[in-house]
């Protein structure tokens, strides 16, 4: 059984006034650390039944005080998002025996901010997110390949747009528990909650 004893106890007057600053923190340390993918997240959904589903997405930045991920709205997870705004997303980063939970609605990002990212991703990834069908059969490996090197050709002749079935969504946190291994399961857990003007910070039980 491993022994969590990496860290030196955590306590709420260690942490930022702002659960997303504190997690900016977090991720440094992990980048630092060297994880090879620090930003990787797990992100909950659950249809408008309460059927969940989860899988990872990246992390990437902050708007209005919330986790920002990219995706496809038509995939399962875009079409759960949909019909059921709640989620929630698990970092977990070992080598900091670490983990930050987040629960909130989530929302789309402004459509601006969705095509400035697009355009700054590789031509590659531009033409992969255009063209995939995320979440949807396939025939065939070299079905997809081949539609793949058709989108790639035309892309290259009459250039890209960010799709609209394409973008970044928000989630507005109402709930950020920080999680820190300690020896003998003795763990720390900090748990931010929205209290409609400012974040409370209470201790859980391990
Ligand atoms: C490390 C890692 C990072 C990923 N990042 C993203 C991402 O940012 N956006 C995304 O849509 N899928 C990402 N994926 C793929 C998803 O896990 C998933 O396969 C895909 O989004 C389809 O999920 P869905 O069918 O539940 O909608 C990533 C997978 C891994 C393993």
Not at 1 to 25: F, G
Not at 80 to 92: D, G, K, R, S
Not at 178 to 193: E, M
Request: charged content about 30%.
């Amino acid at each position: 059984m491993a022994q969590y004893t990496r860290n030196p106890p955590l306590d709420a007057s260690d942490l930022d006034r702002d659960p997303m600053q504190q997690l900016e923190q977090w991720i440094a340390a992990a980048r630092e650390a060297g994880m090879i993918e620090p930003t990787a997240m797990t992100l909950a959904t659950a249809s408008a039944q309460g059927v969940p589903s989860a899988r990872i997405v990246l992390y990437k930045g902050q708007h209005d005080g919330g986790p920002v991920f990219y995706s496809n709205y038509q995939s399962h997870k875009g079409r759960e998002l949909q019909e059921n705004p709640h989620a929630a997303l698990v970092f977990w980063w070992d080598r900091l025996e670490r983990q930050v939970r987040i629960e909130g609605r989530v929302e789309r990002l402004p459509r601006a901010m969705s095509d400035d990212y697009f355009k700054s991703r590789p031509f590659e990834s531009q033409v992969s997110a255009a063209v995939s069908r995320q979440s949807q059969p396939v025939a065939s490996r070299d079905a997809l390949d081949e539609r793949m090197r058709a989108a790639e050709e035309r892309a290259r002749a009459e250039g890209i747009e960010c799709p609209a079935h394409w973008g970044g969504y928000c989630l507005r946190p109402t709930v950020v528990e920080f999680w820190q291994g300690r020896h003998g399961r003795a763990h720390d857990r900090l748990c931010y909650r929205w209290m409609g003007e400012d974040w409370r910070i209470e201790r859980l039980e391990p």
